[in-house]
Each structure stands twice: as structure tokens, then as C-alpha cells.
């Protein structure tokens, strides 16, 4: 086998603002796995919040490079890029799910198999998709939760933590206004204090909040586990559930855990925490970073395991370099072809750099 990768700009459509930071670009490494004239392609994509920069993406798939091509196949490789195992071991979860998507989709390919019957899921995957509203002022939210509707999304989640709360509010009660049929999710990126997490989420449910992503600051799970107690709509973990061990430890205390591949692992790490989160109470989310088609596919395959889905990344893009889940119907569904589904879009240089 011979892995390979590129590295391609991703440009958002308009600047993302959220309660730690405003995100207008980033970068994608394009890993592709190549066996018996076949091509598997994955995704990593640069979080100064993950802690993942692009020069450390680089340097993981230098890494490991000679050791995945010393692999026979690539069936061989899905059993050895085990987070534990020989090649997965060391690998950030950010590039391990990007070098396990590429493994996927060259399974899939091989076998003439999509992804989803790889992983035991017969029947075509698709599901509504959350599309998500930044931090901006009332006004713009409304016209945008309209058009959102209009496009066919049913459901909607807005982000919160402005300095002043009322400023949330307003925004909650403009994209209702807007969109009032469709599901109302929120978002804080942990910017409030356990004590304003107790007091606003009643407000803000009023407003038809039906569930909120990580209210307080990560770092104190007994507390957002009293939060979850006391709220009156779902609280799901987030910044507060990185890892299996995390979301194990949630499993039962929290409404929901926001599972995104770059932040666990994969898909593996996914199917894992799916499991552990079974007859517990608590239900998973999918979630994402702002990345192409291709880094957004492999959740796609997963999302008849979830109870919410927040799958929308590729639909922030200025322009997405890929193609084959769809989304902006507001369902997100994957293209029926072998692997994942997904393909470069014409004129985009998908050739290895390294």
C-alpha cells in the first residue's frame, strides 16, 4: 500500500463567531491510501482548539507513513490502526481518524460495499442535520434561520455565551421568530458559571431551546452533571467528553455526549463510545469541525446510531473541494457507491504532495 497526503485551504462562507473564538479559515490534509489501483481517501483537519495545527498533521502522517505501508492490505490495516494497536497508538485522534477513513473507504471500495454495511447497518443511513447560527446580532440570525427553513432545515442550533446573556436571548428569540417550526439547539461553548447555566436554561426553553451543548466550562463534570439534574431541557457534553474515558464516565449523569471523529479517534473510537452509552440514559450526538465532504463522511455513515446529528461543516465552506453526502436539504446522506461515497469535485488537485 502507499499512503499520501495534500494539504488544501478551507475557507468558510463567513466568519464563524463562537464564545472563545471566531474562525474564518483552516486547513485540510487530504490522506490518501492507495492498494491494487484503488484509492481510500480521509481528512484531517488544522484545531487551535484540538490542538492539532497542521505542521503536527504533517508530521503524524510522516510518522507513521512506513509503518501502515508495510501492511499487505488494507483490511489488514483497519485491525492494526485499533487505538491501542501498532499504528494507531501514538497517532493524534485527529489524523487517526482521517488514516482510518481512508482505510474505510478502500475496504468499501474493494468489497463494492459502502461504509455503513461495513459497520453493520444494512439500510441507507440519513438524517436531519443540525445547521448552525453564529454569534451575531438578532436581525441577521432571524433572516438567516428563515432562509435555513425555507431550504428545507428542521432543525436549527444557535450559538451562545456574549458577555451579556440578554444578547443570547435576543438571538434565541429572533431565530424563533424566523423559524418558529423548527428545533431550537444551543450552544455556549462552556461560557457560563454553573450558577447562570441554573438560571438561564429555563429562559432560554421557554424560547423552545430543546437541548444545550455544554453550558458550563469543561473541566468539572460533577458539575455539569448537577446542571443536567436541574435543567429542563437535555444537556449534552461536549468540550467535556474528548475521549471514551470521558464519555464513559458521563454515561448516566448527562442527557447526551457530542461525539465528533477528530475529537475521539474515529470511527472505531465512536462505535465504542456508542456502546458504552447503551441502556445508560444518555444518548450520542454527532458532531463535527467546519471540514469538507470527505472529513464530514464518515459520521455521516454512523448518524442512525445518534439521537441528534450536527453534521454540517462542509455546508459553512465557501466552496466544498468535495462531493457525496448531501445537506443542503438540511438531511445529510451518503452517495450510494463503494466506501464512503464521496468525490473530489472537478479541477481540484487531489494529487499527493509527500
Same mark, same amino acid.
Given at each position: 500500500?502507499?499512503?499520501?497526503?495534500?494539504?488544501?485551504?478551507?475557507?468558510?462562507?463567513?466568519?464563524?463567531?463562537?464564545?472563545?473564538?471566531?474562525?474564518? *479559515?483552516?486547513?485540510?490534509?487530504?490522506?490518501?491510501?492507495?492498494?491494487?489501483?484503488? *484509492?481510500?481517501?480521509?481528512?484531517?483537519?488544522?484545531?487551535?482548539?484540538?490542538?492539532?495545527?497542521?505542521?503536527?498533521?504533517?508530521?503524524?502522517?510522516?510518522?507513521?507513513?512506513?509503518?501502515?505501508?508495510?501492511?499487505?492490505?488494507?483490511?489488514?490495516?483497519?485491525?492494526?490502526?485499533?487505538?491501542?494497536?501498532?499504528?494507531?497508538?501514538?497517532?493524534?485522534?485527529?489524523?487517526?481518524?482521517?488514516? @482510518?477513513?481512508?482505510?474505510?473507504?478502500?475496504?468499501?471500495?474493494?468489497?463494492?460495499?459502502?461504509?455503513?454495511?461495513?459497520?453493520?447497518?444494512?439500510?441507507?443511513?440519513?438524517?436531519?442535520?443540525? *445547521?448552525?447560527?453564529?454569534?451575531?446580532?438578532?436581525?441577521?440570525?432571524?433572516?438567516?434561520?428563515?432562509?435555513?427553513? *425555507?431550504?428545507?432545515?428542521?432543525?436549527?442550533?444557535?450559538?451562545?455565551?456574549?458577555?451579556?446573556?440578554?444578547?443570547?436571548?435576543?438571538?434565541?428569540?429572533?431565530?424563533?421568530?424566523?423559524?418558529?417550526?423548527?428545533?431550537?439547539?444551543?450552544?455556549?461553548?462552556?461560557?457560563?458559571?454553573?450558577?447562570?447555566?441554573?438560571?438561564?436554561?429555563?429562559?432560554?426553553?421557554?424560547?423552545?431551546?430543546?437541548?444545550? @451543548?455544554?453550558?458550563?466550562?469543561?473541566?468539572?463534570?460533577?458539575?455539569?452533571?448537577?446542571?443536567?439534574?436541574?435543567?429542563?431541557?437535555?444537556?449534552?457534553?461536549?468540550?467535556?467528553?474528548?475521549?471514551?474515558?470521558?464519555?464513559?464516565?458521563?454515561?448516566?449523569?448527562?442527557? +447526551?455526549?457530542?461525539?465528533?471523529?477528530?475529537?475521539?479517534?474515529?470511527?472505531?473510537?465512536?462505535?465504542?463510545?456508542?456502546?458504552?452509552?447503551?441502556?445508560?440514559?444518555?444518548?450520542?450526538?454527532?458532531?463535527?469541525?467546519?471540514?469538507?465532504?470527505?472529513?464530514?463522511?464518515?459520521?455521516?455513515?454512523?448518524?442512525?446510531?445518534?439521537?441528534?446529528?450536527?453534521?454540517?461543516?462542509?455546508?459553512?465552506?465557501?466552496?466544498?473541494?468535495?462531493? +457525496?453526502?448531501?445537506?443542503?436539504?438540511?438531511?445529510?446522506?451518503?452517495?450510494?457507491?463503494?466506501?464512503?461515497?464521496?468525490?473530489?469535485?472537478?479541477?481540484?488537485?487531489?494529487?499527493?504532495?509527500?
Amino acid at each position: 500500500m502507499r499512503l499520501t497526503w495534500h494539504t488544501a485551504p478551507l475557507e468558510l462562507a463567513e466568519p464563524l463567531r463562537i464564545s472563545r473564538s471566531v474562525m474564518a *479559515r483552516r486547513d485540510a490534509v487530504w490522506v490518501r491510501l492507495e492498494h491494487g489501483g484503488l *484509492r481510500g481517501w480521509g481528512e484531517a483537519v488544522s484545531s487551535v482548539y484540538l490542538g492539532l495545527p497542521t505542521e503536527r498533521i504533517l508530521r503524524a502522517l510522516g510518522a507513521v507513513r512506513e509503518a501502515v505501508e508495510r501492511l499487505p492490505d488494507p483490511e489488514t490495516a483497519w485491525a492494526e490502526l485499533a487505538p491501542a494497536g501498532p499504528v494507531g497508538a501514538d497517532l493524534p485522534a485527529g489524523v487517526l481518524a482521517a488514516v @482510518e477513513s481512508a482505510v474505510l473507504d478502500l475496504v468499501g471500495k474493494r468489497a463494492g460495499e459502502p461504509v455503513h454495511q461495513l459497520l453493520g447497518s444494512p439500510l441507507p443511513p440519513s438524517a436531519a442535520t443540525a *445547521r448552525t447560527i453564529g454569534i451575531v446580532a438578532p436581525a441577521a440570525a432571524a433572516a438567516q434561520a428563515g432562509r435555513l427553513a *425555507r431550504a428545507g432545515f428542521s432543525v436549527l442550533k444557535v450559538k451562545a455565551g456574549s458577555p451579556d446573556p440578554a444578547e443570547d436571548l435576543a438571538r434565541v428569540e429572533a431565530v424563533h421568530a424566523g423559524a418558529p417550526a423548527v428545533d431550537l439547539l444551543l450552544d455556549p461553548n462552556g461560557a457560563w458559571t454553573e450558577e447562570q447555566a441554573h438560571a438561564l436554561l429555563p429562559r432560554f426553553a421557554a424560547l423552545g431551546v430543546t437541548a444545550v @451543548e455544554q453550558p458550563i466550562a469543561a473541566g468539572r463534570p460533577e458539575a455539569l452533571a448537577r446542571v443536567a439534574i436541574a435543567s429542563p431541557i437535555p444537556v449534552i457534553a461536549d468540550e467535556d467528553a474528548v475521549s471514551y474515558e470521558d464519555a464513559a464516565a458521563l454515561a448516566g449523569r448527562v442527557h +447526551g455526549v457530542n461525539v465528533k471523529l477528530a475529537k475521539c479517534g474515529g470511527v472505531r473510537a465512536a462505535l465504542r463510545i456508542h456502546a458504552a452509552l447503551a441502556g445508560s440514559g444518555t444518548d450520542l450526538m454527532l458532531g463535527c469541525l467546519a471540514a469538507s465532504s470527505l472529513g464530514i463522511a464518515p459520521a455521516v455513515h454512523l448518524v442512525g446510531r445518534a439521537r441528534w446529528v450536527d453534521l454540517d461543516g462542509h455546508l459553512l465552506l465557501a466552496d466544498d473541494p468535495w462531493t +457525496g453526502i448531501g445537506g443542503s436539504d438540511g438531511t445529510v446522506r451518503p452517495a450510494p457507491r463503494g466506501g464512503l461515497g464521496v468525490l473530489p469535485l472537478a479541477g481540484i488537485p487531489v494529487g499527493a504532495a509527500r
